[in-house]
């Protein structure tokens, strides 16, 4: 990872919310945890509330990209590798406080049994190769999905940068790894079964905290933009509980040729967006504090 500039970027004066007390107010937020941030330099045409705090991302279009280009699948999955460090740096620009990529699915161990050992290959040398930026950067790196059925090399891999980075009070990049939408809704029903068979809990108790506080990352916020490249308009079985109020963005780029410029477009197109939750709040596109109420 290349080293990002602590200081706000010239284009920071042109900004037209540069003197707003509320855009001045969310700088200095985001800067609590992310100490690089410089929204209004790296976007100056949108208001910083409006940057998202978390971003999903679906990284899809790898093997066509290679395809296309005359090579095989994997070598497309070494571009989309590249695609990643160029898209965390910048979210780190932003003020992004979260970024969660669908690195492997449980569907994927259907493909071709060199492809998906590839793919572990890849986990591990990405692993390896980004400990020391993440923790230069002082990115605090998660994973979510079943460790069953992960090879060892792999699980000690993501055990390694996790421990690493276990401390860092910054900006968090959660890769979802051997991941299912449904299996993790299934796997936290199944703790709340438990916890009623125990005693532990009683059916009264549960509504829908209960649920997401046994999810796999309940400590980060829910995604407010779900980015998918390579144009399929469907979710594919990711973060199906906490996309539920996201907004979501569909580029036609594949992923290994999806950067800056183009996570800019997301988010100006986010912050476009009026999120009203149900509800008719004009004001609501920057509101960081309101909940889902339910669609009206």
Same mark, same amino acid.
């Given at each position: 990872?290349?080293?990002?500039?602590?200081?706000?970027?010239?284009?920071?004066?042109?900004?037209?919310?540069?003197?707003?007390?509320?855009?001045?107010?969310?700088?200095?937020?985001?800067r609590k945890l992310c100490p690089k941030a410089d929204p209004l330099g790296r976007l100056p045409d949108v208001h910083p509330c409006a940057i998202p705090r978390h971003i999903a991302i679906i990284m899809d279009g790898n093997g066509r990209w290679a395809q296309e280009q005359g090579f095989p699948r994997i070598?497309?999955?070494?571009?989309?590798?590249?695609?990643?460090?160029?898209?965390?740096?910048?979210?780190?620009?932003?003020?992004?406080?979260?970024?969660?990529?669908?690195?492997?699915?449980?569907e994927n161990w259907k493909r071709p049994a060199d492809e998906v050992q590839a793919l572990m290959d890849l986990c591990v040398a990405y692993c390896e190769g980004e400990l020391d930026a993440l923790v230069r950067e002082k990115i605090r790196f998660r994973v979510i999905g079943r460790r069953e059925g992960l090879?060892?090399?792999?699980?000690?891999?993501?055990?390694?940068?996790?421990?690493?980075?276990?401390?860092?009070?910054?900006?968090?990049?959660?890769?979802?790894?051997?991941?299912?939408?449904?299996?993790?809704?299934?796997? *936290?029903? =199944?703790?709340? @079964?438990?916890?009623?068979?125990?005693?532990? !809990?009683?059916?009264?108790?549960?509504? /829908?905290?209960? &649920? *997401?506080? =046994?999810?796999? @990352?309940?400590?980060?916020?829910?995604?407010? !933009?779900?980015?998918?490249?390579?144009? /399929?308009?469907? &979710?594919?079985?990711?973060?199906?509980?906490?996309?539920?109020?996201?907004?979501?963005?569909?580029?036609?780029?594949?992923?290994?040729?999806?950067?800056?410029?183009?996570?800019?477009?997301?988010?100006?197109?986010?912050?476009?967006?009026?999120?009203?939750?149900?509800?008719?709040?004009?004001?609501?596109?920057?509101?960081?504090?309101?909940?889902?109420?339910?669609?009206?």
């Amino acid at each position: 990872m290349t080293q990002i500039s602590q200081q706000p970027g010239a284009a920071s004066a042109s900004s037209p919310f540069a003197a707003a007390p509320d855009a001045l107010a969310r700088v200095a937020q985001m800067r609590k945890l992310c100490p690089k941030a410089d929204p209004l330099g790296r976007l100056p045409d949108v208001h910083p509330c409006a940057i998202p705090r978390h971003i999903a991302i679906i990284m899809d279009g790898n093997g066509r990209w290679a395809q296309e280009q005359g090579f095989p699948r994997i070598f497309g999955h070494r571009g989309g590798a590249m695609s990643v460090r160029k898209v965390v740096e910048e979210a780190g620009r932003l003020g992004v406080e979260a970024l969660t990529l669908y690195s492997f699915s449980t569907e994927n161990w259907k493909r071709p049994a060199d492809e998906v050992q590839a793919l572990m290959d890849l986990c591990v040398a990405y692993c390896e190769g980004e400990l020391d930026a993440l923790v230069r950067e002082k990115i605090r790196f998660r994973v979510i999905g079943r460790r069953e059925g992960l090879p060892e090399p792999v699980l000690a891999a993501l055990d390694a940068v996790q421990e690493a980075t276990r401390d860092i009070v910054g900006p968090t990049l959660c890769l979802a790894i051997n991941y299912s939408g449904r299996a993790e809704i299934a796997d *936290a029903a =199944r703790k709340i @079964a438990e916890q009623v068979a125990s005693g532990e !809990l009683s059916p009264q108790q549960i509504d /829908e905290a209960t &649920l *997401a506080e =046994r999810l796999y @990352a309940p400590d980060l916020p829910e995604p407010d !933009l779900m980015i998918r490249t390579a144009g /399929e308009m469907r &979710l594919s079985n990711f973060l199906l509980w906490q996309l539920s109020y996201a907004e979501l963005y569909v580029t036609q780029t594949y992923w290994p040729e999806f950067a800056e410029k183009e996570l800019h477009k997301a988010v100006r197109s986010f912050a476009s967006r009026n999120r009203r939750f149900g509800g008719l709040d004009p004001d609501a596109t920057f509101s960081r504090d309101s909940g889902p109420q339910g669609e009206a």
